[in-house]
């Protein structure tokens, strides 16, 4: 399995960018899975940012991001979202996306079993 993340770049302070994430397997089944998105800078730990359940219909996001960041999903497309709005310099970080099964919840790293490569955003002040 393979989360392939992209659309991460340089952006000024208040800008937008919009990061996706595509899964490739034959064997994953993309609907089955809940899809996160997490960050990591220099020297903390990966940090939840947004997740969504299976079908899309519910979504959850850290309190740092919520208001400008919105997570979707195209399951017909196998990929997931995450649209960065009203971006500011701390967002600055590697995002990563992540795929779990949802039984051990959304916000922890553990409760996913197969991550992306990460794809770094940077914001200028």
């Known amino acids: 399995v393979q989360l392939q993340a992209s659309g991460g770049g340089l952006v000024q302070a208040g800008g937008s960018l919009r990061l996706s994430c595509a899964v490739s397997?034959?064997?994953?089944?993309?609907?089955?899975?809940?899809m996160g998105w997490f960050r990591q800078t220099p020297g903390k730990e990966r940090e939840f940012v947004a997740a969504?359940?299976?079908?899309?219909?519910?979504?959850y996001y850290s309190d740092s991001v919520k208001g400008r960041f919105t997570i979707s999903r195209d399951n017909a497309k196998n990929t997931v979202y995450l649209q960065m709005n009203s971006l500011k310099f701390e967002d600055t970080a590697v995002y990563y996306c992540?795929?779990?099964?949802?039984?051990?919840?959304?916000?922890?790293?553990?409760?996913?079993?197969?991550w992306g490569q990460g794809t770094l955003v940077t914001v200028s002040s």
């Open positions: 992540a795929a779990g099964t949802g039984s051990l919840g959304y916000v922890t790293t553990r409760a996913y079993n197969v």
């Open positions: 397997a034959r064997t994953f089944t993309f609907s089955n899975y809940y």
């Open positions: 969504i359940n299976r079908s899309g219909g519910t979504t």
